[in-house]
């Protein structure tokens, strides 16, 4: 249940992009989405505002543009974001605390009962991950590392959330977010610097294999991964 009418215009805007509806390097203008939307400026130019700030569009005088992200762009970022997401884990298992540990595992069971509902949000689900590996990183007490990650996750956004469109893909998301958690907790740094590397190796190759040659393709609309549930 949406508490206001920016998050229903939010919601539904990103749904229209992982569907394709709205391509990445198309242009969006108020006018535009408050009539696709049937609703008010004011709500869908805060969902906007809110979009800007996630990385999946930029603003371009009066109107915004959905961000476009190239294969190369995806490989560069996770060469980055691999080293630096396997470091956080390492240190994660050194210094969390023990309301750290608290507030993952509480993260892990919105996943895991969000997961295994009959109809997942894969928005939701990319969000609580999100969150996952937020706090990961903040575990670490490394503000710049916390500060990297957190950037290199804002422009990865638009293609990480098409994950959770595929079944096999949510599941194997739970089985090693849940490793991970396992190896920090149990103050295991190697482990949870392998675990992590391996999970997110695993991410890009399946987003090289699933997710970006539809989103570059000319016919993304028609074959967006938000329609195909299962692999």
Not at 59 to 86: A, G, H
Not at 142 to 163: C, D, H, W
Not at 186 to 192: K, Q, S
């Amino acid at each position: 249940m949406f508490n206001t009418l920016s998050e229903v215009a939010y919601e539904e805007i990103l749904k229209r992009i992982l569907r394709g509806e709205y391509g990445q390097g198309q242009s969006l203008t108020e006018d535009k989405l408050c009539k696709d939307l049937s609703m008010s400026r004011t709500p869908v130019r805060e969902a906007l505002k809110i979009l800007e700030s996630e990385g999946i569009v930029k603003k371009n005088n009066r109107s915004f543009t959905v961000i476009y992200i190239t294969s190369d762009e995806v490989d560069k970022l996770y060469e980055v974001r691999i080293p630096l997401e396997s470091t956080a884990s390492k240190l994660a298992a050194i210094r969390a605390t023990s309301e750290d540990i608290q507030e993952m595992e509480a993260i892990l069971k919105l996943v895991e009962e969000e997961t295994y509902k009959d109809s997942p949000d894969p928005v939701k689900l990319a969000d609580l991950n999100g969150q996952f590996h937020d706090k990961v990183a903040k575990s670490s007490s490394n503000p710049f590392l916390y500060s990297y990650l957190r950037e290199i996750r804002l422009k990865l956004r638009i293609v990480r959330l098409t994950l959770f469109t595929s079944f096999d893909r949510r599941m194997e998301e739970l089985k090693e977010h849940r490793e991970i958690f396992n190896a920090i907790k149990n103050r295991d740094p190697e482990g949870a610097s392998e675990i992590m590397n391996l999970h997110e190796r695993n991410v890009l190759d399946y987003l090289r294999s699933k997710v970006v040659p539809i989103l570059l393709s000319p016919s993304a609309s028609a074959s967006s991964p938000l329609t195909k549930e299962k692999e």
